[in-house]
Structures are given as structure tokens and as C-alpha cells.
């Protein structure tokens, strides 16, 4: 990896990872897009109004900065695809096969996530295992499984370097979750520091996956520079830091804000989502052949998220 471009910058993980990937292959050397315009960022760094579902145009803006790797972000997440099934078909696959149609005629190497929301109500539930039962009954589901299997398709018959991983929930600061079942637990914080509660849309017990998004940008650093040799697998690897439960969250606060309180007024929808979901997968195949280890816990990454949206923490 040496000139990266990243669609979907502008979102949770891609305002993120530009800036992280910036740090590592230099300011020059990756190019934001998103089908959003950029607002208050330098004009020196390079940034382009896509949209994936051009494919022409994400070809034309991928050879004119000469890349050498995609990493294609943009997507609806799971409780928007529910409200808005066919748009999610639409950018979901439509946006993954110009990405990855650009990748084979430029012969890029190819990052796209997949999700927790590859599993559905028949996998099983703990300790998920990485090659297991994929039978989603969500559309976000539905693309992501998909998704997987073009990835692998397009690395089995054109021979191109595309690797992925299944992220759970993630949980960060800089910029708001997009519209998925897990927002929850990012909302929490906000909440506990405004207001010391929080109304919770998903129930007390439901457990899933959730890594704070340093592990995230981690992980796909990781990824892509892993040894070709190693990976037996590519679309997509289980990697999870946690398995929580709102209760679990509300926990970890009250260890720092003591009157905070935890109620709960269910949303039908995305509790459906969640019940579909794992309570816990299993990262070790991501472990055994490229290293993955994830660095927050609960607690770790409670008090780092508290202290970055300015809860004064003691220390
Ligand atoms: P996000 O919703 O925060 O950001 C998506 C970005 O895509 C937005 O900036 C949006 O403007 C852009 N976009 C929308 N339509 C577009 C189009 N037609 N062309 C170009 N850009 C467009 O999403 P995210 O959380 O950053 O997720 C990125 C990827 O990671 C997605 O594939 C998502 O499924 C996956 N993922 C995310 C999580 C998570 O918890 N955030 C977990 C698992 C997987
Ligand atoms: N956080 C994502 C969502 O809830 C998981 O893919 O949609």
C-alpha cells in the first residue's frame, strides 16, 4: 500500500482512517472521497466528490491520483437498509461491484468490511465460528454476505488482493455512527455525560460484538499488510474486542459517573436486528494469520471515550 483511496471518508470509519492512514503513507498519498462535499479540512489535502454508484467516474478519480488500493467504505448500515431495502441494494452491491471492477482494470489491492450482520437467527450464537452458517434475515445481511462472496470471487477468478473483515459494533468520538443497530452504544456516552441517563432502544440482556475504533484502524492496517502467504482466508475475517450487553455499558459508566441510570424503551426493528445477530464471535482465525489482537476492553475503552468527549476522569 502506497496511494490509498478510501470512499465513504466522510463517515465513522473513513473520517478516521484517512487521518490514521495519512499518519502512516503521508498526507499526499490519500485520497478521501465520499458523496458528501468535505467541510473545514485543509483544500491542500487531496479530496474528491464520488459517488460509488458512478462507476465512471470513481474509475476516472482512482487513475488520476494512480492508486494502488481501494478501501471502499461507503454503504448504508443495517437499520437504515431496513428502512430503505432497495437503496441499500443499490449502494451496497452497486457501489461494491464499481469498486471492485475499477480494482480489477487499475489492479488495485481491495479493503471493503463486512459485518456481524453477515450472521442471522441460525448461526450459532457463541463464539461464532469464522466459517459457519451465514444465513441473514436483514437486506444489510443480505449485502454483506453478498459482498463476501464477490470479494472471494473476484480474489479466486481475476487473482485481485481483496481482504476484509467482519466488524462488530464500533464505538468512537470523532464522528457519529450512520444509521446501525449498534448506535446505542455510542449514544450512551453522550448521554451519560450530558444528562447521567440514557433510554436505551435495545434490551437489557441482548449481548453483540462491539471494538473501539482504534482496534478497528488497527486491524485493517494490519490486514492489508499481512503476508499474502498467511491468509487462508480473505472476505471476510470474525474480529470482535467485546461482547456486551446495555446493562454491561451502563456498568462501565457508573464506575465514573455513579448517578448515571440506565432505562430502557425498546425499537422494535433494531431489537429484531440484534436478536438476528451473534452474542459473541470467535477472532481466531483473524488471530492465527495476521496477528489480530484487539487493545480496549470495556473499561479501557469507557474511560477514553468519557475522557475524549470531556468528562473530566479521575485519574
Ligand atoms: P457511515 O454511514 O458512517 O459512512 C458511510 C459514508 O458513505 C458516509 O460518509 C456517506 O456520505 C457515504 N456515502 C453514502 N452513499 C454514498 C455514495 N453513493 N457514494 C459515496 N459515498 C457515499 O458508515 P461507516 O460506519 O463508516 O461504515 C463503513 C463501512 O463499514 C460500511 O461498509 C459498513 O457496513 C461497515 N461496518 C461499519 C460498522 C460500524 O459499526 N460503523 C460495523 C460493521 C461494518
Ligand atoms: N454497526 C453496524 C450496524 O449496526 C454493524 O454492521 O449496522
Not at 464499481?98 to 489491492?109: C, G, K, M, S, T
Not at 499474502?228 to 470482535?240: D, G, V
Request: aromatic share 10%.
Amino acid at each position: 500500500m502506497k496511494k490509498i483511496l478510501v470512499t465513504g471518508a466522510l463517515g465513522q470509519i473513513g473520517s478516521e482512517l484517512v487521518e490514521k492512514l495519512r499518519d502512516i503513507y503521508g498526507d499526499t498519498n490519500v485520497i478521501g472521497t465520499d458523496i458528501r462535499k468535505r467541510a473545514g479540512q485543509s483544500d491542500e489535502l487531496p479530496f474528491e466528490t464520488v459517488d460509488v454508484t458512478d462507476a465512471d467516474r470513481l474509475y476516472s478519480v482512482a487513475k488520476e491520483h494512480q492508486v494502488d488500493t481501494i478501501m471502499h467504505l461507503a454503504a448504508l448500515l443495517s437499520a437504515n437498509a431496513e428502512k430503505k431495502p432497495k437503496l441499500a441494494w443499490d449502494l451496497n452491491m452497486g457501489g461494491l461491484v464499481n469498486a471492485l471492477e475499477v480494482a480489477r482494470e487499475l489492479d488495485l489491492q481491495f479493503f471493503t468490511p463486512s459485518s456481524i450482520g453477515a450472521f442471522g437467527p441460525s448461526t450459532p450464537k457463541d463464539n461464532t465460528p469464522q466459517d459457519t452458517l451465514q444465513r441473514p434475515t436483514t437486506m444489510y445481511g443480505v449485502n454483506k454476505v453478498a459482498g463476501e462472496l464477490l470479494c472471494d470471487y473476484y480474489y479466486n477468478h481475476f487473482g485481485l488482493d481483496t481482504r476484509g473483515v467482519r466488524y462488530p459494533g464500533l464505538i468512537s468520538h470523532a464522528t457519529p455512527p450512520g444509521g446501525g443497530t449498534t448506535d446505542y452504544a455510542v449514544e450512551i456516552y453522550y448521554e451519560a455525560m450530558k444528562h447521567k441517563a440514557y433510554s436505551s432502544y435495545i434490551a437489557e440482556n441482548t449481548y453483540m460484538d462491539m471494538m473501539y475504533m482504534p482496534d478497528a484502524l488497527d486491524a485493517i492496517i494490519q490486514l492489508m499488510e499481512a503476508d499474502p502467504t498467511n491468509l487462508k482466508h480473505r472476505n471476510a475475517f470474525n474480529i470482535s474486542a467485546i461482547s456486551a450487553a446495555p446493562k454491561d455499558f451502563a456498568k462501565a459508566i457508573q464506575k465514573y459517573i455513579p448517578d448515571f441510570t440506565l432505562s430502557y424503551d425498546i425499537d422494535p426493528i433494531r431489537q429484531e436486528i440484534a436478536e438476528s445477530w451473534p452474542n459473541h464471535i470467535d477472532s481466531s482465525a483473524a488471530t492465527k494469520e495476521w496477528g489480530f489482537k484487539a487493545k480496549y476492553d470495556i473499561d479501557k475503552m469507557t474511560r477514553a471515550m468519557l475522557e475524549h468527549i470531556g468528562y473530566k476522569v479521575d485519574s
